[in-house]
């Protein structure tokens, strides 16, 4: 079907319109309506700051999701590596001068938002990887300098994002980092290696962790430690999840949240908030939007003729699925709490403006799947 | 192009492999999280529902209201009365401090309570209630409501309290209530089930005994609450039961006379109805305002009350233990008379003393009086003829009769949890317990109710009525129950046990009709032969109302009031040579060293109805100190007679 819209040469706006992917879309949309009624719910059944500020975070980004649709992939190309110097740019920005809040130095105020750009970092290393891997012979993929350099890329900003703190946004970046690394061809064994590597390192990594990461680590092992104090998050969201059974509380009626037992119920925990009022079968259907969402990126990325572009459509989709596992495993109590927002689900403008950003830039893959760069 | 056709197929090859390899990864973990999900939400939803509701749910107890207590006309002698307490919800003020100051000035607070309630405001969140005030005076609340509208968050609430209208008058009766302490929680089930902060709980007496049946049962609200423990709403309220109420067979105002008259006293007045056995009075003196203890008692109040030495947390009626002196002598001389140790008409020369194996026992007339037959020993409480009835009958013949008549053992069957026993002392007794032989001067102190022999005023009571009822045992109690058997009833049953018996001593057999049934020995004869009983209880009667009698003084002639009764004379101490020859009046001993002044007796005479106890601790004779009470309690418990009479009139036409 997608492969029907082939032509060559210039394409009208029409057929712009047309090429847009719809299914996308429509996941994005419902996305959309279902945080917006889950931050509604979250304040209790009121419009209050934060379903308000939401929704319209939701409609400026979606806007700007469209406008960055038609941006061709070649100027991400061209841009790759100066957006990536920006944003680390930003980050160095933070680290000196940026807004503290609960202890971390995130936050760079732009008066109508506070922008984190660890979150856009996310986006940003995609691109420079896929521009990185673009122009690289297969054949010297696997040299060392061209091994070392995508690493040194990559533990610069998870480095700036760490000494914030925020070890949720260094692993998220790590991981979609990786992924791309992973998708470029790298041979197996080094991951191998790695990841060897990394398990004997472990515990010296561990010794440099904050304490309150250290807690929650400890806690994820065992909640009941100290059930008060980190073990709370853990305990209250799968207390959330599970009463929630299979058809779930019902809307506005989860009083986990509506009594305050759960935690950062509009961020992180915005999962557990809709599975206890929406149950298992709710859960499933918010899932398969999310599965949907992952299968059309990668499906466009398949069609695709440039190498960038289906570099970068694999690895945003394989970003999206991993910020979606990192968040849900968390708040189910399968991984230690780190810091991870859901996708579009979660409040959070960044983290909303860096997936509209990705979503954008699939969806110009999509609209200008023949063009290549030169 | 930069990049080779050769090149960019390859990459493209090994991009779809790996995202191909990515995609398996992933449908791998998104299985894994369904599964989670499912763990949680489906195969543990219960434990989770469970624990979410444990999160969300408080229950609050509230007070459980207490049974009542009435006499016997139904006035309430233990009632809850409604008192305004006031609460003060921190959240809900303004300004705490500025609200407290004016408290403080309006209801007149020390700086003790202020700084107290300030500390408890501290320690606790702020949606919860700070009580000011459990008992707020009509003053306070009147001047309280004057300046509520300016007292922001003050908020005066009704509540239930305890209260005694008749205040000491029933104390021992009842006990007092005040706040359940850890040994109470654990030793009563029921308090530990109703227990709310606060609940106060008997202490002593019936409110203790009946603790069961007069706490009721809590009224339960349930509220959903946050995560910080504020009540967000009310989801139900169940309503608690109230307590049993329960009735007495005593007399407020039978009560309120002893009490008076025995006010700046240590001494006991119990009355006994001698048919149904009702108690009409039973008080201890000196007593206390129970209602102290109600809102904690304060340190001075309960010094005052502890340190006392008239001892007034003693149950005296019940609870102390007195020689009976004199007024054992009824029994005595039943004793010696149902064994046939003696004749009425035995006569004794009284000297003022007899020696005995190098004793001297002394009569409590040190000229003598002369020759004397029994009728006149116990009209004029002879001890010398009593020294020589009780040589010829033995300790142990008395131990059989004194004990048939209610000494030695309960007689409320543990109503009263410090009720004594006592003690009738035996030969056997004495081996057992002291290891020493039983020694004959010993028979003689007995015979004068001096020596091992210990009573208490309700035993005595007791063995006067069942005297005075012509011998037949009855079960005395203080509680009202409606369905026992009422006064005709049981002077038919009793003369019926009397046929019952001639007939089997005649040799007759029982009919099977039910008439005579043997089950039916409810109450028992206490004598072998009713005259020996009738001899008894009418030279009681010359003891109080002819000449020489040892009460004559206090005696009425009415006969509709008059009684007859044995004085008694207890030594607390025994009398030395020194002190017998010096003759000192009451006054100018010390007060610990005087003699107990009892006396017992029944009435109206004619056709008895009620019996009595009176003792004085340390009030001297009981001709002079407790005899003259009696004049007075007989005529108004024969007066309240017609009344209690009346009542039950109308209950039986009512029912």
Known sequence: MLNKLSFSGRITFFQKIRSLDYWLLVCILLLGLISSFSMYSSEGGQILYYTESHIIRFTVFFSLMLAISFVRPKFWHATGYLFFVIVMGLLFYVSLFGITASGSQRWINLYFINLQPSELMKIAIIICFAKYYHRLQINNINRFQNLLIPIVILILPIVLVLSQPDLGTSILIALSGLAVIWLSGVNIKYFIYSLLIFIVSAPFVITFLEPYQKLRILAFFNPERDPLGSGYQIIQSKIAVGSGGLYGKGFLKGTQSYLEFLPEKHTDFIFTLFSEEHGFIGSLALLLIYVIMIYRIILIGSICRTFFSKLFCYGFGSAIFIYIVVNMSMVLGMVPIVGSPLPIMSYGGSSMLATMTGLGIVMGCRIYNKELIV | MISSGDTSIRKSKIISRRIFIISIA?????????????????????????????????????????????????????????????????????????????????????????????????????????????????????????????????????????????????????????????????????IKKNYVPGLKVGKSGLEKTFEKDLIGTNGVQRYEVNAYGKRINQLDHTVGKKGKNITLTVDAEVQKFANDILIGKSGSISVMDIYTGEIVALHSSPSFDPNLFLHGISINDWKLIRENPLKPLLNKTVSGLYSPGSTIKPIVALSALENDVISPNMKVKCTGKIELYDHTYHCWKEKGHGYMNLRNAIKQSCDTYFYEVSRRLGVDRLNVTAKKFGLGSQVLNGIFENEKKGLVPSTKWKKNNLGRGWVLGETLLTGIGQGYIQTTPLQLCLMTAQLANGGFKIHPRIILDKSYEDYETIKKKMSQNIVEREDVQMGLIPTSDGLINSSENKYSILFRNQENVKFVLEAMFGSTNELFGTSYKSRIEDKKYQFAGKTGTAQVKRITEKARELDLKTEQIPYEERDHALYIAYGPYKNPRYAASIIIEHGGSGSKAAAPIATKLFKLVIDRHEIREKIKQKEIQTI
Do not use: C
């Open chain 2, 26 to 190: 992933k449908v791998v973990v998104f299985t894994g999280i369904i599964g989670r999900l499912f763990s949680l939400q489906v195969n543990e939803n219960k434990k989770y529902l469970r624990l979410s509701d444990k999160n969300r749910l408080r229950e609050w107890k509230l007070p459980p209201v207490r049974g009542e207590f009435f006499d016997y006309f139904g006035n309430t002698v233990a009632g809850n009365m409604e008192v305004y307490r006031l609460h003060v919800v921190p959240e809900q003020v303004e300004n705490f401090n500025n609200l407290m100051v004016r408290l403080k000035n309006i209801l007149d607070l020390s700086d003790k309570e202020y700084s107290k309630i300030v500390n408890k405001k501290n320690k606790q969140k702020p949606w919860e209630t700070i009580i000011i005030s459990e008992n707020l005076s009509w003053e306070q609340f009147s001047k309280l409501n004057l300046y509520l509208h300016e007292l922001d968050g003050a908020k005066p609430v009704l509540s239930v309290s305890r209260y005694y209208p008749y205040k000491e008058n029933f104390t021992h009766v009842l006990g007092y209530l005040s706040r359940a302490s850890v040994s109470d929680l654990e030793e009563n089930e029921s």
